[in-house]
């Protein structure tokens, strides 16, 4: 910097406390991993050198990389069931990076005690006034990033070639759907939308409702 920081400088503005941050901390961290997937997909779809694909994706946005994949893998032929789940699982993910950008992009403002426990607040920035504050808690945020887990794992899969997904298929047998999710496969299953809940240490294995800011 060409001014430094003086030594005795100490930050003045609120900063939300260690749970909060290690929990949007896994929010940010879970969906620069998908993002990374997504080109690495289209990748694979297009078959191209790295150095060549890196240019041709490099500064593609999400949104545009997940249409190009669906009409990549359609126009090649791919299973119609497996290109609707790449399009559930991309509808998935718009929502759910909406909320995250929420988390990293939003205002932080103090916490507030309300009846069923204390909740934080974050408020959007003075150039979108027509939001509105949301009010969260840390279990909704954590909800997100076990949300943006499942979503990262779903997409992993859609990168395995066909002998690598056979073989951890039959070797997770029961487990297959949860560790290797192919909702292709899996259409006698109820849900569509499996959770895989996720347990931090002192916590108790728990379902998790797939709704946040509810």
Known sequence: MKYKRPRG??????????????????????????????????????EVPTDVAT?????????????????????????PDRVQDLRDLFADFKELNEKRNQCVHWMWHRPRQWKR??????????????????PFTVEQINALADDLAWIELRMRVHLLDDEEFERERKELRFAAHVMVPAPWLDKHRKSKRIRWPRARPGQKWVRRKSALWS
């Not at 749970?19 to 997909?41: C, K, N, P, Y």
């Not at 041709?56 to 946005?61: E, L, S, V, Y």
């Not at 426990?117 to 949301?134: E, F």
């Open 117 to 134: 426990g204390r909740k934080h607040w974050l408020a959007p920035p003075i150039y979108k006034p027509k939001r509105s504050p949301i």
């Open 55 to 79: 240019i041709i994706t490099g500064d593609q946005k999400p949104t545009r990389l997940s249409e190009d994949i669906i009409k990549i893998a359609a126009a090649l032929g791919e299973d």
């Open 9 to 46: 400088f100490e930050e003045s503005s609120y900063t939300p406390p260690d749970d909060v941050l290690a929990a949007v901390g896994r929010v940010a961290i879970t969906s620069a991993s998908i993002e990374d997937l997504m080109h690495s997909l289209f990748w694979k779809y297009v």
